[in-house]
């Protein structure tokens, strides 16, 4: 039978508790239980004033609200304050009834610019969420999976100028120059005389957003980006993050994000792409006894000549043996910290192999290593291994997913924020998004567990009758 549904219940009046319009399984409600926002009060007491002004907006739903845009992946503010007037979910999240004034879209960025800038507040509220997963023994630190992603900012392509800008130092630049000096001492050279001037290069600056680095995706993409680098356990959760700017490599950024770990967590593992194999790293997480999980790393070598392998290296003599079995002898350490061997050119002219081992025109192959090169030996020798094969495949399972979650879901792909600091505000709080779904989740799957388990000690006299009663009965007819 056809139906038609009237509009004259539009103006209906009745009472109603907003308790009772949200649904008993919405997601809203585990984060509500199980998620404590109360430690905010703490961290924003000092950044407001007990005497003097108006009684302000409370900091919990102040937060609440960004953290419902992420949540549910709205584009702006605005938006989000469109739909708290509108959802009853959001209002009760919020704590707010059907006739409470919705706050203004204007108020957050207001706060964020005269109270909250220049401070780490949401850095501290991403550590606060985290720690409530840790005090519930959900997180696992020995195991740390660490990557990269660019988020691309908001800033005009065709809007920059070009700057000649000085190269940051190198992390273990002053550790190597040391060894460096050592080497040569040994090796009986001369000391190299110091640089005058330090690298410049010239990069695009972008005009609406300084802070934003030219990033070139593949062939055909350039954009100004910010990279992110991003760490977590072997569960998915989010242990820490860092916050650059697009055209900075990860192997540079990377003793941001170690040392931020270190001060934090006690780790046993650091898995991490080809982009973070490098010497330097490799040497530094040995030297704190972390072990290095990296993948095989496809030679810089021209197709079709030999390849570095294939030269086999002595090391009680200091030297490598070539393909033709000619040997090549140390004869320097260059700056950069690597150790040259050289071919003797009479040798080499008349070598049938010469055609794919070197284009020099003096007919002499130069093989380079680094001061800091059986680091990175040890890793390729764990990366044989079976068990390493099976953690290293844990990537995609974790950081990726990660990574992939935040952009799909969460409106990480792109950010609206101008400035650095903008930025690692809303890196912070759409990652505390992600920790605050699987803490709720996870939390709920335990009290059901727990529960279930409870009915299940709670119903076993009871089965114990049902089994033990036919036996008695069975018994008794027996005796008869």
Known sequence: ??????????????????????????????????????????????????????????????????????????????????????????????????????????????????????????????????????????????????DGTHIKAHANAHKYEKKDIQEEPLFYLEQLRAEIREDRVLHEKKALKSLEKEEIKTKKISRTDPESGWFHKGEHKEVFAYCAQVACDEHGWVLGFTTHAGNEHDSRTFKSIHDLLMCHYTMEMMVMDAGYKTPAIAHLLREEGITPILPY????????????????????????????????????????????YKSNPKHCIHCPLLSVCTQSKNHVKVITRHLWERDLEACEQLRRLGFTKAIYAKRKETIERLFGAAKEFHGLRYTQQKGREAMHAKLALTLACLNIKKFAKMMRIRDEEVFLFYLFFKSKPILFKIIRKPTEVSVGLSTV
Request: charged content about 25%; overall charge neutral; proline content about 4%.
């Open 297 to 340: 790393k496809r030679p810089m070598t021209k197709e079709g000549f030999l390849k570095k392998v294939e030269f086999v290296y002595d090391a009680e003599f200091d030297g490598y043996t070539c393909p033709n079995g000619q040997w090549m002898s140390y004869n320097t350490t260059n700056r950069r910290g690597y150790r040259e």
């Open 1 to 146: 039978m056809l139906h038609r549904q009237g509009k004259n219940s539009r103006g209906q009046i009745g009472f109603y508790s907003l308790e009772d319009l949200v649904p008993q399984d919405h997601y809203l409600r585990a984060i509500d239980k199980y998620v404590d926002f109360d430690f905010i009060y703490d961290l924003v007491e000092p950044l407001y004033s007990e005497t003097d002004g108006r009684p302000s907006l409370d900091p919990v739903v102040l937060i609440k609200l960004p953290l419902l845009q992420y949540l549910e992946n709205i584009k702006s503010m605005r938006q989000t304050v469109e739909q708290v007037q509108v959802n009853t979910a959001y209002r009760w999240f919020l704590g707010l009834s059907l006739e409470d004034h919705v706050p203004h879209f204007s108020t957050f960025g207001k706060n964020y610019t005269r109270r909250f800038k220049g401070t780490d507040l949401f850095e501290q509220i991403f550590f606060g969420i985290l720690t409530q997963a840790i005090e519930a023994g959900l997180v696992n630190s020995r195991t740390v999976f660490v």
